[in-house]
């Protein structure tokens, strides 16, 4: 699903008040770590992550992985911050604006 420009400023405004619901460890981000994430999405559609490791490669590693594992879209970045999201198809919780 592709998001226009107004559908990714309204995600952003709402994940500004989030708290990181996964935040990943020395091993970064793993199949295990998908998954959880992927029902997570499921449960609340938008979601922050904090990210492990030093420097830009890796995390942009660690979020193709995750983004991979759990076909959801990339909504924001900022330092090791990452928020994603994904409709639930069966319960749609956010209505996006058009």
């Avoid at 996964?22 to 029902?39: F, I, N, Q, R, S």
């Avoid at 420097?55 to 900022?78: F, S, Y």
């Amino acid at each position: 699903m592709s998001l226009s420009s107004s559908q990714i400023r309204y995600l952003r405004s709402l994940a500004h008040d989030l708290k990181p619901v996964v935040m990943l460890g020395a091993k970064g981000a793993t199949a295990a770590v998908a998954k959880e994430l992927g029902l997570a999405l499921s449960q609340h559609e938008l979601v922050k992550v904090k990210l492990s490791g030093a420097d830009k490669d890796e995390r942009q590693r660690q979020i193709d992985v995750l983004l991979e594992g759990t076909q959801a879209d990339k909504i924001h970045q900022i330092g090791h911050v990452v928020v994603l999201y994904r409709r639930n198809e069966d319960e749609p919780k956010l209505a996006l604006p058009r």
